[in-house]
Each structure stands twice: as C-alpha cells, then as structure tokens.
C-alpha cells in the first residue's frame, strides 16, 4: 500500500505530476512494510493445461523484478493473474494488498500494464491513444491532456503525437504502450516481454527508458527470454519453467550458485566423443552444436584443453550468464 | 439482480471514457462519415420508392385502431424502426466486433479499472448516438413529407430510442459470439428478413396465421408496432408489452455481452 505521506502531495486525482515521481516513489520504498505482489501456491490452469502450477512470490516496492523463461514457462499467465485481468484457479494472491478477486477495478487503477503484444487503438493518433486511456483511469480531461505531454516526451514521441498508430515502427509502438502505461503514474508497472521482436538499437532505447524508471524508484515486473535484458534491468528475479519456479536470487547470485565465474565454449570440427576427453577440467556441457565448459579461470581451462593435445575449431571464453543457469537448471538453452 | 449489478458496480465516468473513446475515433477516421451517411439514406430511399412510389398503386390502407391512411404513413414509422435498428446494430456488430476481436481495443481497456460491463454499456450508449442521429433526421423527414405530425414525432422519438437500444444490446451479443466475418453473412441475410416480415410494408394480420404468430416473437415486428402506434397517433395499453418486449430483449443483450466479453477476454 502506499504510504499516506506519499499521498499528501499527490496532485488532483491522486496522480502525482512525472516530475515529481522520483522522491515520492523513493519515500514509498523506504516506509512500505507489505508486499506489493503476494502469492502462495498460485495456481492457473486452462482445462486439462496447467499454465502456472503454484507458485509463491514476494515482491517488494522499488523493486525491479523479473520472470525469466522460455515460451510456455507459465510467464504470462503469471502476469495477466499480477495485473488483474485473468483470476486465479487456485492459491492465494494479494496485489498492493488487495484481493484481485474483489478489488480488482480498483488495484487495476493502479497498475500500468505494457502486454506482450501492443494494443494499441488503430482508431486514434497516438496523442489520442494516451488521452483516451487516461480517461479510463479517470483523470479529468485537463490532467489527461497534462500527463500525455509529459509522456510524449518521455517516449520521444512528440514529433509523432499527431500521427496514426499504424505507420510507427516496431520500438515506437513499444514505446508509446509503455508510455500507456504509466498514464494513471501507477504503483506498479507489468511489463510483458518489453523488447521481444525489437532490433538491437531499439531495444537499447527501451531499456534506458525502463532504466530510468527504476531509477525514480518505480516498482517494475517483467517477463523476459532475455538473459542480458534480465541481468541490466532486474534486482531479483525468479526462473521459471513448466508452470514452476526453478531458482530465485539476484543475477549474480544466480549465477554465483548455479554456474561458474566462467565458461569455455569449445566447438570441433567433428563429431567425435569430445566430452569425455575433456573430463575433470570442469564440469561439461555437451550441446548440439558446441561443448561448455564451467571453469574457475577460463584461460586456464583452456590452456589444459590444448595440453591434452585436443584442437578445437573456435574458442570463445567469456563470464558466465543467466544463459548457463538456465541450461543447468532446466537442461535446455533459453531461446527456443 | 440486475440493478444492484449495475447500481454497485458502474461508474458513470469509466462508461463516459468508452462513449468518449468512440467520438475521439470519429475524428480521426474520416471514412467512418461516410458510413454513417449511407446507413441514414437506406431508409429514407426505401421510404420514397416503396412508401411513396408503390404507395402510389395501393391507396389507402385501414389501421388496426380505426381509420384510413395513406400508404406511406403505414410504412414511413416502419422504416423509422429500421432505420433505429440498422443505426444500432452496424455499430454493435461490425464494430463491436472489430474492437473486441482485431484490433483488441477491448483488451487494453480491460486492463485498467473498466469493467466488462462498463465497456458494454459505454458501447451501446455509443450505438444510441448513432441510432438517434438517425432516427432524429429521419423523423424531419417524416414531418416535412407530412407523414406524421410533430407531436407524432415527439412521441415515436423515445420509442425510436428505446429500439436503438434494444438491438444494441442484441447486436453486442451476438458480436460476442461470432467466430469471424463470415457469420455476418447469417446477420444481413436475418437483418433482412426482419426488415421484410416484421408487418413493415403490410400489417401483419394479413399474414398466414402460421406466420403471424413466428412474426410476433420476433423483435423488429415490436418495435415496428411501437413506433407506428406513436406516430400514427394510436396509442393504447397494448404498446406497452411491445415497448416491455424491448426492454428485456436490452437489458438480456447487455447483460449476456458482459458476460461474454469476461468469458472471452479475462481468461
């Protein structure tokens, strides 16, 4: 719940203006005693399907906060129960302290949500598309009008804001939904695969806008199959694979306990036995198309691969990632 | 149970924000004018060429209550009541349907504190608008033709609105369960029917008994009656089961599409 004091110097309609989002927020952060996501044995299933097969969470205010796994892994279905809209089948889940079950018009005024798949209105100039949504919140038309210039800017978007939706491209469009989102200045923001299906540059835009967010002190959560996206944006995070969580603990911590600080990637030019040779370097993963190698020190690692008189094609050490703990804890790379 | 439904979940305002997103869509698309023009001329057309024109051939016509009329006075209500339904029910399906299946609109507005039912209503006070904007010209026509009189329309007005929002809500229904746009062949060709037999262009007594009574469960065939009974200026008791017919026929439209869209949209 948000703290009265932050309240206090909330604008008409309880809606702080952008500016002003960074100290309120942060005070929120520091007094906040209850979580603002709460679910045990969280449960959806669709029929005979098992989507999220129960689940316990915590997510604190301030909090950047991600899901991390591959399609299917119950991501979304997670975030459209967090956001409001799909109601649990079983277990029990609190949002900004309220029951989604009951409440849930009124904890959905206080989400922002960027789904999976843009939705924007075809219908309205961007500019409309976040007057329009504003008004669902209930923000006077002067306020809706007020937040949807500050928000222009933000998603740099100002020299489009006359235009349709349609003609925009791909990170314009994320962009703009994003911006959406955060019309009624929400408590907490869902994030649905944010840069999926974007190019690198847009991409790198996205998350110096959501890096910015984060750092006003705005509660994110968000889904990803993104390991770099994870690691630059989250605090925490949980990893998730058929309908479960799998691990949990910050990047580094993640990678602290489930891999190495580093790791050989060996590829050969054939299709010979290469893993037992390499037995007692490290701990070996075979993959389809290369052999990896857990290592202490990686040069090191690689220097006894070639002491043993082996000779491979390429050789690439590097620091070990969300990628590596994923595949250790679920046997299979992330991207599929 | 309706009522409390509606007293203690709509919020005025959050159904003002779905009406308000219609009208902001109306001005960015100018090609939404020309739609709305040409759903005002079937009407009037069908009025001049078969009210008037063979209207022409067929003189006088006795009404239920008494009295002889012109021929385009018995059919000029029955296109009014056309006119409310087709203004309703091209918004509510087309649509209606296009914002909750494509364009996902209605997705996105479920995401924040609106509620099925919000959305539905806001939907159908939208589908009134246009209906009115249809009937209300419409009925200047009428006077001007001397087709009915003022207080004639002032009194078939309501009734006109009332079927506005009776096929809304059917039309939002059905909308809710069409699989694609193919179904909306069966609607056109049931539209039509409607439009045919609903004792629009002859009264329904010189039906075939079999048929009379099918027409009489049939929607247009109340609202039809309704209206006429208003603008030929024979009001009894019997308009208000055909105004009753209407009210449920809304109030069982808008109810089943909010459930739908929840069924639909928050899974």
Known sequence: ?336 | MVTTMLAARVSPGRVGAVLGRNVAALRTGPSYWLVLLSGFFEPVLYLLSIGVGVGALVGGLELPGGGVVDYAVFVAPAMLAVSAMSGALSETTFNFFFKMKYSKTFEAVLATPVRPLEIALGELSWALVRSSLYTGAFLVVMVALGLTSPVGALAAFPAALLVGVAFGGVGMAISTLMRGWQDFDLLTTGQFALFLFSGTFSPVRDYPAVMEAVVAVTPLFHAVELVRGLAVGQPGWGLLGHAAYLVVMAVAGLVFAARRIQRTLCV
């Not at chain 1, 949807?148 to 939706?165: H, I, N, P, W």
């Not at chain 1, 489930?258 to 490290?282: N, Q």
């Not at chain 1, 990896?292 to 590097?318: C, K, N, Q, T, W």
């Open chain 1, 1 to 336: 719940m948000r703290a009265e004091g932050a309240r206090a110097g909330s604008g008409p309609g309880g809606v702080k203006p952008f500016a002003e989002l960074s100290q309120a927020s942060v005070t929120v952060a520091g007094v906040s005693e209850q979580p603002l996501i709460y679910a045990r044995g969280l449960v959806k299933r669709f029929g005979d399907f098992t989507a999220v097969d129960g689940i316990d969470l915590d997510v604190a205010a301030g909090e950047a906060f991600g899901f991390l796994g591959p399609n299917g892994a119950g991501k979304s279905s997670t975030m459209r129960m967090i956001s409001c809209v799909s109601m649990p089948t079983s277990g029990e889940l609190r949002i900004l302290g309220m029951d989604p079950v009951r409440d849930g018009s009124r904890i959905r005024g206080r989400l922002g949500v960027c789904p999976q798949l843009d939705n924007l209105d075809p219908d309205l100039s961007v500019r409309e598309n976040l007057t329009t949504y504003a008004r669902y919140f209930g923000l006077s038309r002067a306020e809706a009008r007020r937040r949807t210039e500050e928000l222009l800017d933000f998603a740099q978007l100002r020299e489009k804001a006359s235009g349709a939706v349609e003609p925009l491209s791909g990170g314009m469009k994320r962009r703009l939904t994003i911006a959406r989102a955060l019309v009624n200045d929400p408590d907490l923001v869902l994030l649905d695969e944010p840069t999926t299906g974007l190019d690198p540059q847009a991409r790198h835009l996205l998350w110096e806008r959501l890096f910015r967010l984060k750092q006003r002190g705005t509660t994110l959560v968000l889904t990803t199959h993104y390991m770099d996206e994870a690691e630059q944006l989250c605090d925490r995070l949980v990893v998730m694979d058929g309908g479960r969580i799998v691990a949990q603990g910050s990047p580094r911590s993640l990678i602290e306990t489930y891999s190495t600080p580093e790791v050989v990637e060996l590829r050969f030019p054939d299709e010979a036995d290469y893993a037992g040779k390499l037995e007692g370097i490290g701990r070996v993963d075979p993959l389809p198309d290369r052999i990896l190698l857990y290592a202490e020190d990686g040069d090191a690692a690689v220097a006894e691969v070639h002491r043993r008189g082996l000779a491979p094609s390429s050789v690439l050490v590097r620091r070990s990632s969300l990628e590596d703990v994923f595949l250790q804890l679920t046997g299979r790379t992330l991207v599929d």
